[in-house]
DNA sequence: CTTCCGCTATGAGAATGCGCATAAAACCCC
DNA sequence: GGGGTTTTATGCGCATTCTCATAGCGGAAG
């Protein structure tokens, strides 16, 4: 799940992307909107997280082009307090959700998870044999017992359970799991790959490595 | 978009169809599990809404042979609110999503709409007798089980599938096969060629050698 | 028909480097 | 500073790849 975040105050935005990096989303930001017009077009993200009080390109404008591009991104605006005519024609304009600043990290949180919940084409979990992940809270059960992941591995399963039973390179993981600016080993990920596979054992689930590719989360037998 | 709807309450179906209808969808209905499974093998379609509880041939059923045939059409199951074990069992066999009975007509066209927008996205399998191949997931499969192969046997078998009944040579092979600094030699092509061969032919797949040129993937009778 | 030569099949062995495991260091949040 | 997590470091095992040697096959020429 990889979000953009555009807002101009570095302060929030770092407030903004630590909280949602430890809740398993990789998070880009952009600190003026010339910037995340830029970002967006040259990724593709599941959310974007929209100050409309941005310098270079008003946080209007970027919700205005995004939606002439006929994107589809959930988008939820950031506004202050004494914005509310701002507010309304940025739901206008097709943004999903607002928050007035100042709000609570915890309640943006909630309000993500919602967003990209719809994202996700509302499926209620994702089943993977005896596993089953809830893309709302990002938990995991096996056998209805929940279990214990960290954002790392949070991350790594959402990528392998939304391509399930195909081959995902670990370039490809590294582009999900980081946003740009950081960028991890393959190393890296085949520590992630070997804890998570302990921790998924248990439930018979199987991540298959086709060496020089990749890794492919074996699909369960349709039978 | 079409869509078949296979629910033998035609209460229930009528008022799914009209729904659907007024929005825009081209709404096939059938009343027992022989009827969608006559009307899946006679119309391609792009949702199949199905409940579980049909007679004659139960929605599992239904549901298992559409996957069978390498199908990838989305499927949303109906439910009933008891039929927890039955849910479950449809998503393991390749269900995209669910509604409980009873259900807002409302969510339905919105999950309708979720599943019909990510089925554009989806990549068509290249089918080969009893072999698929997802050139996305660059897995393969054969009757619809997974076959374990290399890296080397997998690009092999891409572009022979690419250029399927084609005589393709060897030095096209090497071409696909390598990068521009690194070369193999022919004789290392014959191997790969063998051991493709010998995962292959469990499947009735053959790779018909023509002497001087190259090699050959049979087409499968029919077509 | 027989012989010969070159192309292909196949098995076995060797080399490469990828991925695994484990440990240890950096990091971060409370 | 202490618990957790993330990341880097490192050596080993082994699957995969590739070469080699040999046997099989097919076509052409004599």
């Keep these: 799940m990889r979000i953009l975040i555009a807002e101009d105050d570095d302060i929030i935005a770092d407030g903004v992307s630590r909280s949602l990096g430890q809740a398993g989303y990789s998070v880009d930001w952009a600190a003026h909107g010339e910037a995340a017009e830029e970002a967006l077009l ?7 997280v929209l100050d409309l009080g941005l310098p270079r390109l008003s946080g209007l404008e ?13 988008v939820l605006i950031l506004t202050a307090l004494d914005g509310t005519h701002d507010r309304v024609r940025g739901l206008d304009l097709g ?6 600043k100042p709000f609570e990290l915890a309640e943006l949180e909630a309000r993500v998870r919602a967003l990209t919940r719809r994202a996700t084409g509302n499926s209620p979990a994702i089943v993977c044999g005896s596993l089953s992940f809830d893309p709302v809270g990002r938990v995991t059960q096996i056998d209805g017992v929940p279990l214990d992941l960290s954002a790392r591995e949070i991350g790594l399963l959402e990528i392998l359970l939304a391509r399930m039973g ?4 670990k370039d490809q993981l590294v582009d999900h799991l ?3 600016g950081e960028e991890v080993s393959h190393n890296a990920i085949e520590v992630y790959v070997h804890r998570l596979r302990k921790k998924l054992e248990s439930g018979g689930i199987k991540i298959a490595t086709v060496r020089g590719l990749g890794y492919c989360l074996e699909r369960p037998q349709g039978e």
């Design 42 to 48: 040259a990724h593709s993200y599941d959310l974007l």
């Design 62 to 74: 970027v919700l205005k082009r995004l939606r002439a591009r006929h994107s589809t991104i959930p």
């Design 95 to 100: 943004a999903d959700d607002y928050m007035v």
């Design 166 to 169: 195909r081959l995902v390179s």
């Design 178 to 180: 980081c946003g740009w």
